[in-house]
Protein backbone atom coordinates (compact mmCIF):
# COMPACT_ATOMS: atom_id res chain seq x y z
CA UNK A 1 0.00 0.00 0.00
CA UNK A 2 2.51 2.50 1.31
CA UNK A 3 4.43 1.91 -2.18
CA UNK A 4 1.93 2.31 -4.02
CA UNK A 5 1.27 5.99 -2.87
CA UNK A 6 4.79 6.29 -3.17
CA UNK A 7 4.66 5.44 -7.03
CA UNK A 8 1.49 7.54 -7.39
CA UNK A 9 3.57 10.26 -5.36
CA UNK A 10 6.26 10.54 -7.71
CA UNK A 11 4.17 10.19 -10.70
CA UNK A 12 2.02 13.10 -9.64
CA UNK A 13 5.21 14.94 -8.71
CA UNK A 14 6.95 14.15 -12.14
CA UNK A 15 3.56 15.47 -14.27
CA UNK A 16 3.78 18.36 -12.56
CA UNK A 17 7.95 18.94 -13.40
CA UNK A 18 7.20 17.86 -16.72
CA UNK A 19 3.91 19.91 -16.91
CA UNK A 20 6.08 22.80 -15.44
CA UNK A 21 8.84 22.23 -17.41
CA UNK A 22 6.46 22.11 -20.96
CA UNK A 23 4.86 25.25 -19.77
CA UNK A 24 8.58 26.95 -19.30
CA UNK A 25 9.33 25.54 -22.58
CA UNK A 26 6.15 27.58 -24.02
CA UNK A 27 6.03 29.97 -22.43
CA UNK A 28 10.05 31.73 -21.86
CA UNK A 29 11.60 33.31 -24.60
CA UNK A 30 15.11 34.95 -24.07
CA UNK A 31 16.24 38.55 -24.61
CA UNK A 32 18.33 39.22 -27.49
CA UNK A 33 21.00 41.44 -27.04
CA UNK A 34 20.06 45.10 -27.08
CA UNK A 35 22.62 46.94 -30.01
CA UNK A 36 23.35 50.68 -30.42
CA UNK A 37 20.57 51.75 -33.18
CA UNK A 38 21.76 51.20 -36.63
CA UNK A 39 22.83 54.21 -38.58
CA UNK A 40 20.41 54.67 -41.13
CA UNK A 41 22.98 54.43 -44.33
CA UNK A 42 24.06 51.33 -43.09
CA UNK A 43 20.92 49.99 -45.05
CA UNK A 44 20.83 49.49 -49.04
CA UNK A 45 18.47 51.90 -50.45
CA UNK A 46 17.05 49.12 -52.75
CA UNK A 47 16.12 47.29 -49.46
CA UNK A 48 14.85 50.10 -47.98
CA UNK A 49 12.59 50.79 -50.72
CA UNK A 50 11.22 47.32 -51.11
CA UNK A 51 10.61 47.51 -47.24
CA UNK A 52 8.67 50.67 -47.76
CA UNK A 53 6.06 48.84 -50.45
CA UNK A 54 5.78 46.13 -47.55
CA UNK A 55 4.65 48.40 -44.98
CA UNK A 56 2.18 49.57 -47.15
CA UNK A 57 0.90 46.35 -47.84
CA UNK A 58 0.97 45.54 -44.42
CA UNK A 59 -1.22 48.32 -43.69
CA UNK A 60 1.33 49.37 -40.86
CA UNK A 61 0.87 53.00 -40.51
CA UNK A 62 -2.84 52.59 -39.92
CA UNK A 63 -2.64 51.20 -36.67
CA UNK A 64 0.91 52.41 -35.69
CA UNK A 65 -0.07 56.18 -35.66
CA UNK A 66 -2.57 58.49 -34.07
CA UNK A 67 -4.10 61.26 -35.77
CA UNK A 68 -1.88 64.52 -35.09
CA UNK A 69 1.20 62.77 -34.01
CA UNK A 70 3.92 61.27 -36.37
CA UNK A 71 4.44 58.30 -38.23
CA UNK A 72 4.92 54.81 -36.78
CA UNK A 73 4.87 56.69 -33.06
CA UNK A 74 2.25 54.47 -32.16
CA UNK A 75 -0.21 55.18 -28.93
CA UNK A 76 -3.51 53.87 -30.67
CA UNK A 77 -6.13 52.32 -28.77
CA UNK A 78 -7.69 49.14 -29.66
CA UNK A 79 -10.43 48.36 -27.91
CA UNK A 80 -11.01 44.39 -27.66
CA UNK A 81 -13.51 42.37 -25.58
CA UNK A 82 -10.61 41.99 -23.28
CA UNK A 83 -9.59 45.37 -22.84
CA UNK A 84 -7.62 48.27 -24.13
CA UNK A 85 -4.34 47.62 -25.86
CA UNK A 86 -2.41 50.31 -27.23
CA UNK A 87 0.35 49.98 -30.38
CA UNK A 88 3.50 50.47 -29.89
CA UNK A 89 6.18 52.76 -31.22
CA UNK A 90 8.20 51.41 -34.13
CA UNK A 91 10.02 54.18 -35.11
CA UNK A 92 13.89 53.55 -34.43
CA UNK A 93 14.07 55.10 -30.95
CA UNK A 94 16.42 53.73 -28.72
CA UNK A 95 14.57 54.29 -25.78
CA UNK A 96 10.75 53.70 -26.43
CA UNK A 97 11.02 52.33 -30.05
CA UNK A 98 12.99 49.49 -31.77
CA UNK A 99 16.00 51.47 -31.75
CA UNK A 100 18.03 48.79 -30.08
CA UNK A 101 16.31 46.31 -31.96
CA UNK A 102 18.68 43.58 -33.64
CA UNK A 103 17.42 42.16 -36.93
CA UNK A 104 17.17 39.11 -35.50
CA UNK A 105 14.82 40.46 -32.80
CA UNK A 106 12.73 42.23 -35.61
CA UNK A 107 12.60 38.29 -36.99
CA UNK A 108 11.36 36.56 -34.00
CA UNK A 109 9.09 39.41 -33.43
CA UNK A 110 7.14 38.61 -36.56
CA UNK A 111 7.59 35.02 -36.74
CA UNK A 112 6.77 34.41 -32.74
CA UNK A 113 5.18 37.86 -31.61
CA UNK A 114 8.11 38.49 -28.79
CA UNK A 115 9.86 41.41 -28.08
CA UNK A 116 13.35 41.92 -28.21
CA UNK A 117 13.12 41.11 -24.36
CA UNK A 118 11.21 38.38 -24.69
CA UNK A 119 8.23 39.38 -23.45
CA UNK A 120 5.24 37.68 -25.58
CA UNK A 121 3.01 40.07 -27.46
CA UNK A 122 -0.55 40.60 -27.12
CA UNK A 123 -2.68 39.17 -31.00
CA UNK A 124 -3.65 42.54 -31.67
CA UNK A 125 -0.44 42.58 -33.33
CA UNK A 126 -1.31 40.07 -35.98
CA UNK A 127 1.72 37.72 -35.40
CA UNK A 128 -0.70 35.23 -36.20
CA UNK A 129 -0.75 36.34 -39.86
CA UNK A 130 2.84 37.83 -39.96
CA UNK A 131 4.66 34.68 -38.96
CA UNK A 132 3.75 33.95 -42.63
CA UNK A 133 6.69 36.34 -44.07
CA UNK A 134 9.43 35.51 -45.75
CA UNK A 135 12.37 36.14 -43.59
CA UNK A 136 13.68 38.98 -46.58
CA UNK A 137 10.39 40.35 -46.38
CA UNK A 138 10.75 41.25 -42.77
CA UNK A 139 14.27 42.11 -43.38
CA UNK A 140 13.00 44.68 -45.79
CA UNK A 141 10.42 46.07 -43.67
CA UNK A 142 13.37 46.39 -40.75
CA UNK A 143 15.52 48.26 -43.02
CA UNK A 144 12.88 50.60 -43.67
CA UNK A 145 11.38 51.01 -40.32
CA UNK A 146 15.11 51.47 -38.59
CA UNK A 147 15.48 54.73 -41.31
CA UNK A 148 12.49 56.22 -40.18
CA UNK A 149 12.57 59.31 -38.02
CA UNK A 150 13.06 58.26 -34.31
CA UNK A 151 10.19 59.73 -32.60
CA UNK A 152 10.46 59.60 -28.56
CA UNK A 153 6.63 58.44 -27.73
CA UNK A 154 6.61 56.16 -24.21
CA UNK A 155 3.96 53.15 -24.95
CA UNK A 156 0.69 53.62 -23.27
CA UNK A 157 -0.37 51.14 -20.60
CA UNK A 158 -3.04 48.09 -21.98
CA UNK A 159 -6.12 48.40 -19.76
CA UNK A 160 -6.40 44.98 -19.25
CA UNK A 161 -7.72 43.08 -16.04
CA UNK A 162 -5.74 39.87 -14.02
CA UNK A 163 -4.73 37.46 -15.47
CA UNK A 164 -4.65 38.92 -18.99
CA UNK A 165 -2.60 41.65 -18.16
CA UNK A 166 0.17 39.03 -17.60
CA UNK A 167 2.01 38.47 -20.89
CA UNK A 168 2.33 34.85 -20.03
CA UNK A 169 -1.07 34.30 -20.11
CA UNK A 170 0.10 35.23 -24.16
CA UNK A 171 2.09 31.91 -24.43
CA UNK A 172 -0.92 29.80 -23.76
CA UNK A 173 -2.90 31.29 -26.73
CA UNK A 174 -0.12 31.21 -28.90
CA UNK A 175 0.12 27.29 -27.92
CA UNK A 176 -3.30 27.17 -29.21
CA UNK A 177 -4.12 29.37 -32.16
CA UNK A 178 -0.07 30.63 -33.26
CA UNK A 179 1.26 27.96 -36.47
CA UNK A 180 4.58 29.51 -36.54
CA UNK A 181 6.30 29.30 -40.61
CA UNK A 182 6.83 31.21 -43.39
CA UNK A 183 4.04 30.56 -46.05
CA UNK A 184 4.16 27.39 -48.08
CA UNK A 185 3.45 27.45 -51.74
CA UNK A 186 1.00 25.03 -53.04
CA UNK A 187 2.50 24.06 -56.26
CA UNK A 188 -0.49 23.21 -57.97
CA UNK A 189 -1.40 26.99 -58.44
CA UNK A 190 -0.18 29.41 -60.33
CA UNK A 191 2.20 31.65 -59.18
CA UNK A 192 0.39 34.62 -59.08
CA UNK A 193 -2.42 33.33 -56.78
CA UNK A 194 0.54 32.09 -54.54
CA UNK A 195 1.61 35.38 -54.77
CA UNK A 196 -1.56 36.50 -53.75
CA UNK A 197 -2.34 34.03 -50.94
CA UNK A 198 1.36 34.42 -49.09
CA UNK A 199 0.21 38.31 -49.43
CA UNK A 200 -3.32 38.02 -48.11
CA UNK A 201 -2.58 35.51 -45.26
CA UNK A 202 0.69 37.47 -44.43
CA UNK A 203 1.20 40.47 -44.10
CA UNK A 204 -1.73 42.15 -45.67
CA UNK A 205 -3.69 39.92 -42.73
CA UNK A 206 -7.05 40.51 -44.12
CA UNK A 207 -8.44 38.17 -41.93
CA UNK A 208 -7.60 40.16 -39.15
CA UNK A 209 -10.34 42.00 -39.88
CA UNK A 210 -12.67 39.81 -42.19
CA UNK A 211 -12.50 36.83 -40.20
CA UNK A 212 -14.41 36.81 -36.99
CA UNK A 213 -13.07 35.33 -34.07
CA UNK A 214 -13.81 33.02 -31.26
CA UNK A 215 -13.94 33.40 -27.24
CA UNK A 216 -10.54 33.82 -26.96
CA UNK A 217 -9.88 36.22 -29.82
CA UNK A 218 -8.78 33.77 -32.30
CA UNK A 219 -9.96 33.95 -36.27
CA UNK A 220 -12.38 30.65 -36.51
CA UNK A 221 -10.33 28.80 -38.53
CA UNK A 222 -13.19 27.21 -40.14
CA UNK A 223 -15.00 30.39 -41.35
CA UNK A 224 -12.65 32.37 -42.65
CA UNK A 225 -13.26 35.55 -43.99
CA UNK A 226 -16.95 34.99 -43.33
CA UNK A 227 -16.77 38.71 -41.81
CA UNK A 228 -15.57 40.50 -38.69
CA UNK A 229 -16.04 43.62 -36.99
CA UNK A 230 -13.38 46.54 -36.50
CA UNK A 231 -13.66 50.00 -34.63
CA UNK A 232 -17.36 49.54 -34.78
CA UNK A 233 -17.74 48.98 -38.38
CA UNK A 234 -18.49 45.42 -40.07
CA UNK A 235 -15.63 44.27 -42.10
CA UNK A 236 -17.96 42.33 -44.92
CA UNK A 237 -17.91 39.08 -45.68
CA UNK A 238 -14.83 38.21 -48.77
CA UNK A 239 -16.26 34.87 -49.28
CA UNK A 240 -18.63 32.72 -51.14
CA UNK A 241 -21.07 34.38 -48.47
CA UNK A 242 -20.17 37.74 -50.07
CA UNK A 243 -23.66 39.96 -49.53
CA UNK A 244 -22.50 42.17 -52.44
CA UNK A 245 -25.26 42.87 -55.09
CA UNK A 246 -23.40 42.27 -57.68
CA UNK A 247 -20.79 39.56 -57.27
CA UNK A 248 -16.85 40.08 -57.07
CA UNK A 249 -14.66 39.36 -59.87
CA UNK A 250 -10.63 39.23 -60.15
CA UNK A 251 -10.69 42.31 -62.32
CA UNK A 252 -13.37 44.47 -59.91
CA UNK A 253 -11.24 43.80 -56.64
CA UNK A 254 -7.96 45.09 -58.57
CA UNK A 255 -9.78 47.98 -59.57
CA UNK A 256 -11.75 48.50 -56.03
CA UNK A 257 -8.46 48.06 -54.02
CA UNK A 258 -5.88 49.96 -56.29
CA UNK A 259 -8.23 52.83 -56.63
CA UNK A 260 -10.63 52.36 -53.77
CA UNK A 261 -13.75 52.51 -55.63
CA UNK A 262 -15.54 50.25 -58.70
CA UNK A 263 -18.06 51.57 -60.23
CA UNK A 264 -20.63 48.35 -59.61
CA UNK A 265 -19.71 48.15 -55.96
CA UNK A 266 -18.67 52.20 -54.36
CA UNK A 267 -16.18 52.94 -52.53
CA UNK A 268 -13.88 51.81 -49.77
CA UNK A 269 -14.22 54.33 -46.57
CA UNK A 270 -14.20 53.42 -43.11
CA UNK A 271 -11.40 51.16 -42.00
CA UNK A 272 -10.79 49.83 -45.41
CA UNK A 273 -9.93 53.46 -47.18
CA UNK A 274 -6.66 53.40 -45.58
CA UNK A 275 -5.83 49.91 -46.79
CA UNK A 276 -6.71 51.21 -50.54
CA UNK A 277 -4.50 54.15 -50.14
CA UNK A 278 -1.83 52.17 -49.07
CA UNK A 279 -2.51 49.50 -52.08
CA UNK A 280 -2.32 52.31 -54.25
CA UNK A 281 1.57 53.19 -53.85
CA UNK A 282 2.26 49.12 -54.07
CA UNK A 283 3.49 47.20 -57.00
CA UNK A 284 0.02 46.87 -59.38
CA UNK A 285 1.50 43.25 -59.88
CA UNK A 286 1.36 42.52 -55.92
CA UNK A 287 -2.85 43.88 -56.39
CA UNK A 288 -3.10 41.95 -59.31
CA UNK A 289 -2.22 38.96 -57.35
CA UNK A 290 -4.58 39.57 -53.77
CA UNK A 291 -7.46 39.90 -56.36
CA UNK A 292 -6.70 36.64 -57.89
CA UNK A 293 -6.09 34.98 -54.90
CA UNK A 294 -9.47 36.86 -53.13
CA UNK A 295 -11.47 36.14 -56.49
CA UNK A 296 -10.83 32.55 -55.91
CA UNK A 297 -11.99 32.73 -52.03
CA UNK A 298 -15.05 34.33 -53.37
CA UNK A 299 -15.68 31.97 -55.44
CA UNK A 300 -17.39 31.78 -58.86
CA UNK A 301 -20.69 32.73 -58.13
CA UNK A 302 -23.59 30.43 -57.77
CA UNK A 303 -26.72 30.93 -60.11
CA UNK A 304 -28.62 33.05 -57.54
CA UNK A 305 -25.79 35.41 -57.02
CA UNK A 306 -25.48 35.63 -60.49
CA UNK A 307 -29.38 36.33 -60.94
CA UNK A 308 -28.75 38.93 -58.43
CA UNK A 309 -26.46 40.88 -59.96
CA UNK A 310 -27.98 40.88 -63.16
CA UNK A 311 -31.05 42.42 -61.41
CA UNK A 312 -29.28 44.83 -59.34
CA UNK A 313 -27.56 46.40 -62.61
CA UNK A 314 -31.00 45.84 -64.49
CA UNK A 315 -32.54 48.28 -61.29
CA UNK A 316 -29.78 50.77 -62.19
CA UNK A 317 -30.58 50.84 -65.52
CA UNK A 318 -34.38 51.13 -65.94
CA UNK A 319 -34.32 53.02 -62.31
CA UNK A 320 -37.00 55.82 -62.65
CA UNK A 321 -36.06 59.01 -61.70
CA UNK A 322 -36.61 59.59 -58.07
CA UNK A 323 -40.39 61.03 -58.11
CA UNK A 324 -42.36 59.02 -56.09
CA UNK A 325 -42.80 59.91 -53.06
CA UNK A 326 -44.64 58.31 -50.57
CA UNK A 327 -43.37 58.84 -47.22
CA UNK A 328 -41.09 60.92 -45.32
CA UNK A 329 -38.23 58.59 -45.40
CA UNK A 330 -38.88 58.83 -49.42
CA UNK A 331 -39.01 62.59 -49.28
CA UNK A 332 -35.48 62.55 -47.32
CA UNK A 333 -34.05 60.19 -49.65
CA UNK A 334 -35.00 62.07 -52.84
CA UNK A 335 -33.97 65.40 -51.27
CA UNK A 336 -30.65 64.49 -49.65
CA UNK A 337 -29.48 61.26 -51.36
CA UNK A 338 -30.58 60.87 -54.97
CA UNK A 339 -28.83 63.89 -55.97
CA UNK A 340 -25.67 61.81 -56.01
CA UNK A 341 -26.68 58.55 -55.65
CA UNK A 342 -29.10 58.62 -58.64
CA UNK A 343 -26.69 61.22 -61.02
CA UNK A 344 -25.13 58.21 -63.11
CA UNK A 345 -22.23 60.12 -62.80
CA UNK A 346 -19.36 57.66 -61.89
CA UNK A 347 -17.36 56.97 -58.59
CA UNK A 348 -16.32 58.72 -56.54
CA UNK A 349 -17.68 62.02 -58.06
CA UNK A 350 -21.29 60.63 -58.40
CA UNK A 351 -22.20 58.07 -55.64
CA UNK A 352 -23.37 54.56 -56.88
CA UNK A 353 -26.71 53.82 -57.11
CA UNK A 354 -27.83 52.49 -53.95
CA UNK A 355 -28.68 49.03 -56.06
CA UNK A 356 -25.05 48.44 -56.11
CA UNK A 357 -24.55 49.15 -52.30
CA UNK A 358 -22.93 46.29 -50.01
CA UNK A 359 -23.89 48.46 -46.88
CA UNK A 360 -27.55 47.75 -47.72
CA UNK A 361 -27.61 44.63 -48.70
CA UNK A 362 -25.41 43.81 -46.14
CA UNK A 363 -26.71 42.09 -42.91
CA UNK A 364 -25.54 44.20 -40.50
CA UNK A 365 -26.84 48.21 -40.69
CA UNK A 366 -23.79 49.76 -38.83
CA UNK A 367 -21.83 51.13 -41.83
CA UNK A 368 -24.76 52.44 -43.36
CA UNK A 369 -25.63 54.21 -40.45
CA UNK A 370 -21.69 55.53 -39.83
CA UNK A 371 -21.95 56.86 -43.23
CA UNK A 372 -25.55 58.50 -43.02
CA UNK A 373 -24.73 60.66 -40.41
CA UNK A 374 -20.95 61.43 -40.58
CA UNK A 375 -20.56 61.41 -43.87
CA UNK A 376 -16.97 60.64 -46.03
CA UNK A 377 -14.35 63.54 -45.49
CA UNK A 378 -12.18 64.12 -48.24
CA UNK A 379 -8.60 63.00 -47.56
CA UNK A 380 -5.62 65.15 -48.44
CA UNK A 381 -3.93 64.21 -51.26
CA UNK A 382 -6.23 62.43 -52.68
CA UNK A 383 -9.07 61.60 -55.32
CA UNK A 384 -11.41 60.65 -52.87
CA UNK A 385 -15.38 60.95 -52.64
CA UNK A 386 -16.92 63.24 -50.23
CA UNK A 387 -20.39 62.68 -48.59
CA UNK A 388 -21.88 65.28 -46.48
CA UNK A 389 -22.43 63.85 -43.08
CA UNK A 390 -26.51 63.84 -42.00
CA UNK A 391 -26.18 64.01 -38.34
CA UNK A 392 -26.71 67.84 -37.77
CA UNK A 393 -30.32 67.71 -39.70
CA UNK A 394 -31.59 64.41 -38.93
CA UNK A 395 -33.06 62.61 -35.44
CA UNK A 396 -32.05 58.65 -35.17
CA UNK A 397 -35.87 58.08 -35.73
CA UNK A 398 -35.11 59.95 -38.99
CA UNK A 399 -32.23 58.30 -39.80
CA UNK A 400 -34.12 54.69 -38.63
CA UNK A 401 -36.79 55.24 -40.94
CA UNK A 402 -34.19 56.29 -44.22
CA UNK A 403 -31.76 53.09 -43.50
CA UNK A 404 -35.36 50.87 -43.57
CA UNK A 405 -36.62 52.59 -46.83
CA UNK A 406 -33.23 52.25 -48.47
CA UNK A 407 -32.80 48.67 -46.69
CA UNK A 408 -36.42 47.89 -48.53
CA UNK A 409 -36.15 49.67 -51.49
CA UNK A 410 -32.60 48.67 -52.77
CA UNK A 411 -32.45 45.15 -51.47
CA UNK A 412 -34.43 42.07 -50.90
CA UNK A 413 -33.25 41.07 -47.48
CA UNK A 414 -34.95 41.09 -44.64
CA UNK A 415 -35.94 44.54 -43.05
CA UNK A 416 -33.08 45.41 -39.95
CA UNK A 417 -34.41 45.32 -36.50
CA UNK A 418 -33.08 47.35 -33.62
CA UNK A 419 -32.24 49.93 -36.17
CA UNK A 420 -32.85 52.67 -32.92
CA UNK A 421 -30.07 51.63 -30.76
CA UNK A 422 -27.84 50.58 -33.56
CA UNK A 423 -28.28 54.27 -35.10
CA UNK A 424 -27.82 56.11 -31.83
CA UNK A 425 -24.74 53.95 -30.93
CA UNK A 426 -23.23 54.64 -34.75
CA UNK A 427 -23.76 58.83 -33.54
CA UNK A 428 -22.40 58.31 -30.52
CA UNK A 429 -19.35 56.61 -31.91
CA UNK A 430 -18.63 58.60 -35.29
CA UNK A 431 -19.74 61.91 -35.13
CA UNK A 432 -17.78 62.27 -31.48
CA UNK A 433 -15.68 64.88 -32.34
CA UNK A 434 -18.17 66.91 -34.22
CA UNK A 435 -20.46 67.00 -31.64
CA UNK A 436 -18.26 68.05 -28.81
CA UNK A 437 -19.38 70.61 -26.66
CA UNK A 438 -17.55 73.86 -25.90
CA UNK A 439 -13.93 74.26 -25.95
CA UNK A 440 -13.84 70.36 -25.67
CA UNK A 441 -12.18 69.67 -28.50
CA UNK A 442 -8.43 69.27 -28.39
CA UNK A 443 -5.07 67.11 -29.92
CA UNK A 444 -5.39 64.82 -26.86
CA UNK A 445 -8.66 63.79 -28.49
CA UNK A 446 -7.44 63.79 -31.36
CA UNK A 447 -4.72 61.17 -30.64
CA UNK A 448 -6.77 58.31 -29.81
CA UNK A 449 -7.96 58.29 -33.44
CA UNK A 450 -6.42 56.93 -36.85
CA UNK A 451 -4.33 59.00 -39.11
CA UNK A 452 -7.31 59.00 -41.35
CA UNK A 453 -10.59 59.08 -41.82
CA UNK B 1 -48.89 73.67 -45.25
CA UNK B 2 -46.18 73.31 -42.31
CA UNK B 3 -44.68 76.18 -39.93
CA UNK B 4 -40.95 76.78 -40.21
CA UNK B 5 -39.18 78.96 -37.92
CA UNK B 6 -36.89 80.84 -39.43
CA UNK B 7 -34.68 83.82 -37.71
CA UNK B 8 -37.03 83.94 -34.84
CA UNK B 9 -40.09 84.04 -37.32
CA UNK B 10 -43.14 81.32 -37.72
CA UNK B 11 -43.69 81.69 -41.34
CA UNK B 12 -46.23 79.40 -43.22
CA UNK B 13 -44.65 77.52 -45.75
CA UNK B 14 -46.74 75.48 -48.69
CA UNK B 15 -43.97 73.23 -50.30
CA UNK B 16 -43.66 69.24 -51.25
CA UNK B 17 -42.00 67.55 -48.26
CA UNK B 18 -38.67 66.98 -50.28
CA UNK B 19 -38.41 70.56 -50.87
CA UNK B 20 -35.06 71.45 -50.50
CA UNK B 21 -34.48 74.23 -47.54
CA UNK B 22 -32.78 76.34 -49.71
CA UNK B 23 -35.50 76.45 -52.08
CA UNK B 24 -38.07 77.64 -49.25
CA UNK B 25 -35.40 80.61 -48.25
CA UNK B 26 -34.62 81.63 -51.22
CA UNK B 27 -37.82 81.63 -53.63
CA UNK B 28 -40.75 81.94 -51.02
CA UNK B 29 -38.90 84.22 -48.00
CA UNK B 30 -36.12 85.92 -50.13
CA UNK B 31 -34.03 85.37 -47.65
CA UNK B 32 -30.74 85.04 -50.56
CA UNK B 33 -27.90 84.99 -48.03
CA UNK B 34 -27.87 81.33 -48.08
CA UNK B 35 -26.62 80.69 -51.91
CA UNK B 36 -27.09 77.68 -54.53
CA UNK B 37 -23.36 75.80 -55.52
CA UNK B 38 -23.48 72.30 -56.07
CA UNK B 39 -26.93 71.43 -54.94
CA UNK B 40 -25.21 68.26 -53.79
CA UNK B 41 -24.16 69.18 -50.44
CA UNK B 42 -20.51 69.36 -51.79
CA UNK B 43 -19.22 73.16 -51.55
CA UNK B 44 -21.14 74.68 -48.63
CA UNK B 45 -22.22 78.01 -49.69
CA UNK B 46 -25.58 76.87 -48.82
CA UNK B 47 -24.71 76.42 -45.09
CA UNK B 48 -27.23 77.53 -42.32
CA UNK B 49 -27.87 77.25 -38.84
CA UNK B 50 -30.54 74.71 -37.57
CA UNK B 51 -30.43 74.24 -33.65
CA UNK B 52 -26.89 75.43 -33.70
CA UNK B 53 -25.64 73.11 -35.99
CA UNK B 54 -24.57 74.02 -39.34
CA UNK B 55 -26.56 72.57 -41.71
CA UNK B 56 -26.58 72.13 -45.73
CA UNK B 57 -29.67 73.58 -46.70
CA UNK B 58 -29.55 72.30 -50.54
CA UNK B 59 -29.66 68.27 -49.22
CA UNK B 60 -32.23 69.24 -46.00
CA UNK B 61 -36.03 68.53 -47.10
CA UNK B 62 -37.89 71.02 -45.26
CA UNK B 63 -39.93 68.16 -43.77
CA UNK B 64 -36.99 67.72 -41.18
CA UNK B 65 -37.54 70.77 -40.38
CA UNK B 66 -40.38 70.54 -38.09
CA UNK B 67 -40.26 72.23 -34.76
CA UNK B 68 -37.02 73.17 -35.30
CA UNK B 69 -35.04 76.61 -35.42
CA UNK B 70 -33.35 77.87 -38.88
CA UNK B 71 -30.76 80.68 -38.86
CA UNK B 72 -29.68 82.59 -42.11
CA UNK B 73 -27.36 85.03 -42.14
CA UNK B 74 -29.72 87.75 -42.43
CA UNK B 75 -30.90 86.59 -39.08
CA UNK B 76 -27.18 87.48 -37.47
CA UNK B 77 -27.15 91.20 -38.02
CA UNK B 78 -27.93 93.61 -40.72
CA UNK B 79 -25.93 96.14 -42.57
CA UNK B 80 -26.54 99.17 -40.24
CA UNK B 81 -25.49 96.26 -36.78
CA UNK B 82 -24.03 93.63 -38.21
CA UNK B 83 -22.68 90.64 -35.75
CA UNK B 84 -19.16 89.81 -34.50
CA UNK B 85 -18.79 87.74 -37.50
CA UNK B 86 -19.65 89.95 -40.44
CA UNK B 87 -18.02 92.83 -38.69
CA UNK B 88 -14.75 90.17 -38.73
CA UNK B 89 -14.94 89.45 -41.90
CA UNK B 90 -15.31 92.85 -43.80
CA UNK B 91 -12.44 94.05 -41.25
CA UNK B 92 -10.38 91.49 -42.72
CA UNK B 93 -11.81 91.86 -46.29
CA UNK B 94 -12.57 87.97 -46.67
CA UNK B 95 -14.58 88.05 -48.99
CA UNK B 96 -13.41 88.51 -52.96
CA UNK B 97 -16.51 86.85 -54.99
CA UNK B 98 -17.82 86.50 -52.17
CA UNK B 99 -20.46 83.46 -53.40
CA UNK B 100 -19.15 81.21 -50.19
CA UNK B 101 -18.97 83.51 -47.69
CA UNK B 102 -22.29 83.79 -46.32
CA UNK B 103 -21.82 79.78 -45.49
CA UNK B 104 -18.45 80.03 -44.22
CA UNK B 105 -19.88 82.43 -41.91
CA UNK B 106 -23.03 80.29 -40.78
CA UNK B 107 -20.45 77.56 -40.37
CA UNK B 108 -17.76 79.84 -38.11
CA UNK B 109 -20.51 80.68 -36.23
CA UNK B 110 -22.04 77.12 -35.21
CA UNK B 111 -18.16 76.99 -34.30
CA UNK B 112 -17.90 79.52 -32.46
CA UNK B 113 -20.87 78.80 -30.29
CA UNK B 114 -19.83 76.08 -29.13
CA UNK B 115 -16.12 76.87 -28.83
CA UNK B 116 -15.32 80.09 -28.15
CA UNK B 117 -11.53 80.26 -28.29
CA UNK B 118 -10.41 77.45 -31.72
CA UNK B 119 -7.47 77.20 -33.00
CA UNK B 120 -6.07 77.27 -36.05
CA UNK B 121 -6.61 73.45 -36.68
CA UNK B 122 -10.33 73.32 -35.13
CA UNK B 123 -10.85 75.95 -38.02
CA UNK B 124 -9.35 74.11 -40.85
CA UNK B 125 -11.21 71.11 -39.82
CA UNK B 126 -14.53 72.87 -39.25
CA UNK B 127 -14.85 74.97 -42.07
CA UNK B 128 -13.52 71.77 -44.24
CA UNK B 129 -16.93 71.12 -45.82
CA UNK B 130 -16.95 74.59 -47.87
CA UNK B 131 -15.09 75.58 -50.41
CA UNK B 132 -13.69 78.99 -52.04
CA UNK B 133 -12.55 79.11 -55.21
CA UNK B 134 -11.02 82.67 -55.10
CA UNK B 135 -8.69 81.42 -52.89
CA UNK B 136 -9.01 83.88 -49.62
CA UNK B 137 -8.47 80.76 -47.23
CA UNK B 138 -6.04 83.00 -44.78
CA UNK B 139 -8.29 86.02 -44.39
CA UNK B 140 -10.91 83.31 -43.70
CA UNK B 141 -8.92 81.87 -40.85
CA UNK B 142 -7.96 85.36 -39.47
CA UNK B 143 -11.54 86.87 -39.65
CA UNK B 144 -13.08 83.59 -37.81
CA UNK B 145 -9.78 84.14 -34.91
CA UNK B 146 -11.12 88.22 -34.94
CA UNK B 147 -14.74 87.24 -34.56
CA UNK B 148 -13.76 84.99 -31.27
CA UNK B 149 -12.07 88.08 -30.08
CA UNK B 150 -15.14 90.56 -31.32
CA UNK B 151 -17.61 87.99 -29.35
CA UNK B 152 -14.69 87.76 -26.22
CA UNK B 153 -14.89 91.50 -25.88
CA UNK B 154 -18.60 91.71 -26.24
CA UNK B 155 -19.34 89.28 -23.81
CA UNK B 156 -16.95 90.41 -21.50
CA UNK B 157 -17.73 94.13 -21.43
CA UNK B 158 -21.00 94.08 -19.91
CA UNK B 159 -19.61 91.12 -16.90
CA UNK B 160 -16.93 93.99 -16.51
CA UNK B 161 -19.25 96.43 -15.52
CA UNK B 162 -20.83 94.58 -13.42
CA UNK B 163 -18.17 93.88 -11.40
CA UNK B 164 -16.99 97.05 -11.25
CA UNK B 165 -20.25 98.08 -10.13
Known sequence: MKKKSGIIGSVVVALLLGGAGMAFAIAWRPAIAAIDPPKPQSFDASLVRRGRELAALGNCNDCHTVRGAKNFAGGLPVPTPFGTIYSSNITPDAETGIGRWSEAAFLRAMRLGVDRQGRHLYPTFPYDHFTNVSDDDDRALYAFLMTREPVHAPPRDNQLAFPLNQRVVVAGWKFLFLRPGAYKPDPTRSAEWNRGAYLVEGLAHCGACHTPRNALGAEKLNAMFAGGDVDHWRAYPINAQSPAPVPWNADALYAYLRDGFHSDHGTARGPMAEVVRNLSAVPGSDVRAIATYMADVFGAPSAEQKQRGEAALAQVKSAPAATTVDSPAGSIYVAACAGCHESGRPPPYGGINLALSTAISGSDPRNLANIVLAGVRPVEGERSPIMPGFAASMSDTQVAALLTYLRARFSKQPAWTDLGNIVAEARRTQTASMETPADARNASAASTERAKP | ?165
Open chain 2, 1 to 165: MMTLKVNGQDHQIDAEPDTPLLYVLRDDLKLNAAKYGCGLGQCGSCTVIVDGKAVLSCVTPVLLLEGKQVTTLEGLGTVAAPSPIQRAFMEEQAAQCGYCIAGMMMRAQALLQRNSKPTDEQIRAELEPNLCRCGTHMRILRAVHRAAQLMDTAELSPAGQRSAQ
